[in-house]
């Protein structure tokens, strides 16, 4: 059996390096493969749970689509729609949450951070804790198993949602027969963690990132806000301890950065490192910028495109559905 590959993208933010470099250049890369499916999809279900901003969800739905379409993913190889648009989903979150134990939702390491804080707060354990955080790994179940992933690409803090996954598939196979294929996670590498301003990973909890199609101006800003030392001019700096060179290296051919490691050894100026880092990401990012600026101001075409993506997607689901109906005993009488 082919493979199948699908991840998803929570909308509640703005795209930022760190999201570029780690998550959505693979992914596209990774589309190439023509002899894998590919599914993506926009988490706007999983937004939910964060935030209760409906202005803040749609438009960070805008953004990551239009991210997405500007850095070159085409929608015709792959299978690109928005979560909320394949009722199935839901539908099938259901089926899953009745087999799924709640000593394994107990588990899950978000739902204990929630508990801990509270319970260092000396408030009730259960605090602004929603079912929706609760059962939030049985959604993602759901988003997975729907269409039968074989491979599913996340970053770490996701491992343990895909080992819930895993366990709640096997738990509906053993009792309803195989129905689900057991997906495989793809954890990025950790040379595909991009470091933020202040020298930790970028994250937006960390308030440390770069908006991935900040204008010219605003991002040599921004570089110019990456953390360094007191070194000057003319004395060696140690690339392996540094963030501007930790983010060279994302965009740089390999020969690139052996030169800045030289670069470093004769002590070239902050300044001046800043200055040719920016030059660097604006050259790769300027095409999809300009973009990405066009189809924000389209609504109608983005629209139109998730439209499509999603009846390729009910295409699968709705058949597959019926199928997880019958066997679960939700038949014609
Ligand atoms: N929970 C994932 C995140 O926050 C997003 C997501 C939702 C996802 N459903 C998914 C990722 C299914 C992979 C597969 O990053």
New binding site residues.
């Given amino acids: 059996m082919g493979k199948i590959v699908?991840?998803?993208?929570?909308t509640t933010g703005t795209p930022h390096l760190g999201n570029y470099v780690g998550a959505i250049r693979p992914a596209i890369r990774s589309t190439q493969d023509a002899s894998a499916k590919h599914f993506f999809f926009l988490?706007d279900y999983?937004a939910l749970i964060k935030s209760q901003d409906p202005e803040r969800v749609q438009q960070s739905t805008r953004e990551i689509a239009a991210t997405w379409l500007a850095l070159g993913l085409d929608p015709d190889q792959v299978t690109f729609y928005r979560q909320s648009d394949i009722p199935e989903i839901p539908e099938l979150t259901w089926l899953l949450t009745c087999v799924t134990a709640k000593g394994l939702m107990n588990r899950a390491h978000a739902y204990k951070d929630a508990v801990q804080k509270n319970l260092d707060e000396q408030a009730d354990p259960d605090a602004a804790v929603t079912m929706g955080l609760f059962s939030y790994p049985i959604l993602?179940a759901a988003?997975?198993l729907m269409f039968n992933a074989t491979h599913?690409p996340?970053?770490k803090d996701?491992v343990q949602?895909l080992e819930m996954a895993r366990d709640i598939a096997q738990r509906f196979n053993h009792l309803y027969g195989k129905q689900f294929n057991i997906p495989e996670v793809v954890v990025e590498e950790s040379g595909a963690i991009l470091k933020g301003l202040d020298g930790r990973k970028m994250s937006k909890s960390y308030d440390n990132t770069i908006p991935l199609f900040l204008d010219e101006k605003p991002l040599r800003k921004h570089i110019n806000k990456i953390k360094t030392n007191l070194l000057e001019p003319g004395q060696a700096k140690d690339p392996d301890d540094s963030t501007l060179f930790d983010i060279w290296c994302a965009f740089a051919t390999s020969e690139e950065r052996s030169w800045m490691r030289q670069q470093f050894a004769e002590g070239i100026a902050w300044g001046e490192a800043k200055k040719v880092l920016f030059e660097k990401v604006n050259l790769e990012l300027t095409p999809a910028r300009e973009r990405y600026q066009d189809i924000l101001n389209r609504p109608g075409y983005l629209q139109e495109v998730l439209q499509a993506g999603a009846e390729k997607a009910r295409g699968v689901s709705q058949l597959f559905m019926q199928q997880l109906r019958d066997a679960v005993g939700i038949r014609p009488l």
């Fill in positions: 699908l991840t998803g993208i929570t988490a999983h993602m988003d997975i599913v996340v970053g996701q949602h």
